[in-house]
Antibody, heavy 122, light 112 residues
Framework: EVQLVESGGGLVQPGRSLRLSCAASGFTFDDYAMHWVRQAPGKGLEWVSGISWNSGSIGYADSVKGRFTISRDNAKNSLYLQMNSLRAEDTALYYC???????????????WGQGTMVTVSS | QSALTQPPSASGSPGQSVTISCTGTSSDVGGYNYVSWYQQHPGKAPKLMIYEVSKRPSGVPDRFSGSKSGNTASLTVSGLQAEDEADYYCSSYAGSNNPHVVFGGGTKLTVL
C-alpha cells in the first residue's frame, strides 16, 4: 500500500524552529518528486515547497522562502521540512504529498498523508 | 505568487452538471498544461481528480472532466451525486526561474 506518514508537528513559540518528517512506503521513493502543502484552519490549500526526485530542483513559496528548508533522504525513504523563525501565520496542517509522475516535478500530487498540525503561539 | 481565482461556491441538483472555473495568468494556467484539480471532504486529505488539464487518475469516475481555455481552467462534474459534495481546489505549475505551484482558493460544491 502506498502511504505517507507525517510527524513532528506540535505547539511552538513564535521565532522558534520545528522539523517535520514524512515517511514514505509502498513505492520507489527516489523516482518521485515530493512536496509539502499546508492548510490553515478553515482555509484553503497552500503549496509550501517541493523537491525533485534527485534533489536537483527545489522550490519554495514566497511566504516561506529563507525560513524553511526542504530536504530528502532517499536511503531512508523520507522527506523533511526544517522550519525556522516560525510565525503565527505558519499555523496549519502540513501535508506531505507525492508527485504523480515519476521523474517529473511540480505537476500533480496523487498521494497525500494525513497531515501533521503545527501551531505557532506564545 | 498569486493564488488562482475560483468561485467560493457552486451548486447543482443530483443528476445535473456543474462547472467550476479557475482563473490564473499566462505565467501559470495559461502558460503550462500542468493544471490539476483536487477534491477534499471535511476532515480528509485532498484527492487528485484531474491532472495535466484533462487527464483522470485511475479510479476517478469519468463524470469528472477538465479543460482549459487561455488563462482559465474548468472542472465539470456531470451526473452530480451526493458524494460529490466537497471542496474543490485547482492548482497550476507556475515555474521558470523559481519553480513553484499555486492553488486556487477553493470552491465549495453543494449538491442540492
Amino acid at each position: 500500500e502506498v502511504q505517507l506518514v507525517e510527524s513532528g508537528g506540535g505547539l511552538v513559540q513564535p521565532g522558534r524552529s520545528l522539523r517535520l518528517s514524512c515517511a514514505a512506503s509502498g513505492f520507489t521513493f527516489d523516482d518521485y518528486a515530493m512536496h509539502w502543502v499546508r492548510q490553515a484552519p478553515g482555509k484553503g490549500l497552500e503549496w509550501v515547497s517541493g523537491i525533485s526526485w534527485n534533489s536537483g530542483s527545489i522550490g519554495y513559496a514566497d511566504s516561506v522562502k529563507g525560513r524553511f528548508t526542504i530536504s530528502r533522504d532517499n536511503a531512508k525513504n523520507s522527506l523533511y521540512l526544517q522550519m525556522n523563525s516560525l510565525r503565527a501565520e505558519d499555523t496549519a496542517l502540513y501535508y506531505c504529498a507525492k508527485e504523480s509522475v515519476a521523474q517529473r516535478s511540480y505537476d500533480a500530487f496523487d498521494i497525500w498523508g494525513q497531515g501533521t498540525m503545527v501551531t505557532v503561539s506564545s | 505568487q498569486s493564488a488562482l481565482t475560483q468561485p467560493p461556491s457552486a451548486s447543482g441538483s443530483p443528476g445535473q452538471s456543474v462547472t467550476i472555473s479557475c482563473t490564473g495568468t499566462s505565467s501559470d494556467v495559461g502558460g503550462y498544461n500542468y493544471v490539476s484539480w483536487y477534491q477534499q471532504h471535511p476532515g480528509k486529505a485532498p484527492k487528485l481528480m484531474i491532472y495535466e488539464v484533462s487527464k483522470r487518475p485511475s479510479g476517478v469516475p469519468d463524470r469528472f472532466s477538465g479543460s482549459k481555455s487561455g488563462n482559465t481552467a474548468s472542472l465539470t462534474v456531470s451526473g452530480l451525486q451526493a458524494e460529490d459534495e466537497a471542496d474543490y481546489y485547482c492548482s497550476s505549475y507556475a515555474g521558470s526561474n523559481n519553480p513553484h505551484v499555486v492553488f486556487g482558493g477553493g470552491t465549495k460544491l453543494t449538491v442540492l
